[in-house]
């Protein structure tokens, strides 16, 4: 279990699309977004910059499993141990609720 925010997101885009596409596919447009991305100062820029260059917000957006809103920080927590794509992403609120759901058992 981490918690996992839009920055964390922004600072890894790169090497995520990289992981991605790597391969056959990866040339043209593909591997000229990878070098916008690798470009972006991922201390600074924002979730919209990086939107703007992939074309949607997919990569940067985090919606909690639970409420379906999104926010700034999730809760990630690994379902099948693998720290693959495994994991579930859970707001604050919702852990919240579970946890006092949870607490009078």
């Not at 279990?1 to 839009?6: A, C, W």
């Not at 070098?35 to 972006?40: A, G, P, S």
Request: proline residues 0%; hydrophobic residues 30%; negative net charge.
């Amino acid at each position: 279990m981490k918690i996992i925010t839009t920055r964390d997101l922004i600072k890894n885009v790169a090497t995520r699309w990289y992981n991605q596409y790597f391969g056959a596919e990866f040339r043209g447009s593909r591997k000229d977004v990878f070098d916008r991305l690798n470009n972006l100062d991922t201390d600074t820029c924002s979730a919209r910059d990086v939107d703007n260059i992939i074309g949607n917000d997919d990569w940067t957006e985090l919606k909690c499993e639970n409420c379906n809103k999104i926010f700034g920080a999730v809760i990630e927590i690994d379902t099948d141990n693998t720290g693959e794509d495994g994991a579930a992403k859970f707001c604050f609120n919702c852990i919240k609720e579970a946890y006092e759901k949870m607490k009078g058992r």
